[in-house]
């Protein structure tokens, strides 16, 4: 199982956070945890979202990027090679 870190813009919509969560579940993507942070001064958020799934991460960014209101989305490649060594760990404990 692959893990990433999305880090996603966006303007301060009512309906982008459920949009989002959607395309997630569409695609075959587990939610791992998820934050959302707001600034009322330039009325751009920014969500961190976790997620997991066999299937590649570009499938899912591109979607993303479909959406109305997206101003990006990056990978957080480092928190990737993070889970995938805990990955590893776990596996070569249980055998």
Do not use: C, W
């Amino acid at each position: 199982m692959n893990h990433y870190q999305l880090l996603i813009t966006v303007d301060d919509k009512q309906v982008v956070l459920e949009r989002i969560l959607q395309v997630t579940r569409y695609r075959g993507f587990l939610i791992n945890g998820m934050s959302a942070v707001v600034n009322t001064g330039t009325q751009i958020g920014t969500i961190e979202l976790q997620v997991s799934s066999e299937r590649p991460i570009e499938l899912l960014v591109d979607q993303i990027n479909k959406l109305i209101d997206i101003k990006g989305v990056k990978v957080d490649n480092r928190s990737s090679r993070q889970s995938s060594a805990q990955d590893y760990l776990l596996s070569t404990q249980y055998k």
